[in-house]
């Protein structure tokens, strides 16, 4: 079994910045990709940004692209999202989501892809 937690979250001026955290217990994530998704209301969950087990590799959505860094602590078992110039429309809760097969990197933009989820921290960007 394993848990995700989020950290990091809150209420920040468009423009602003968030680091939001990811730290896991139950099993090493050092196999896995990582992914973190938002949803806002009313809205389906959407995909932000992966990165792969080793973090050699990442994956960012077109509207964050540029503005938001994934990386991963894999001693400290830890994923982050860095988020810079952050917009109102960046407002939604943000999940981590665990890969669900080992050393994959084939689809780390969809949903199916993971198989463990944290429960969400709120990120609110006002204008």
């Known amino acids: 079994q394993v848990q995700l937690v989020e950290s990091g979250g809150g209420l920040v001026q468009a423009g602003g910045s968030l680091r939001l955290s990811c730290a896991a217990s139950g099993r090493t994530l050092s196999s896995y990709a990582m992914g973190w998704f938002r949803q806002a209301p009313g809205k389906e969950r959407e995909f932000v940004a992966a990165?792969?087990?080793?973090?050699?590799?990442?994956n960012y959505a077109d509207s964050v692209k540029g503005r938001f860094t994934i990386s991963r602590d894999n001693a400290k078992n830890t994923v982050y999202l860095q988020m810079d110039s952050l917009k109102p429309e960046d407002t939604a809760v943000y999940y981590c989501?665990?890969?669900?097969?080992?050393?994959?990197?084939?689809?780390?933009?969809?949903?199916?892809?993971?198989?463990?989820w944290g429960q969400g921290t709120q990120v609110t960007v006002s204008s």
């Open positions: 989501a665990k890969a669900r097969e080992a050393w994959g990197w084939s689809t780390p933009h969809l949903v199916k892809a993971y198989d463990y």
């Open positions: 990165i792969a087990y080793s973090g050699g590799s990442t």
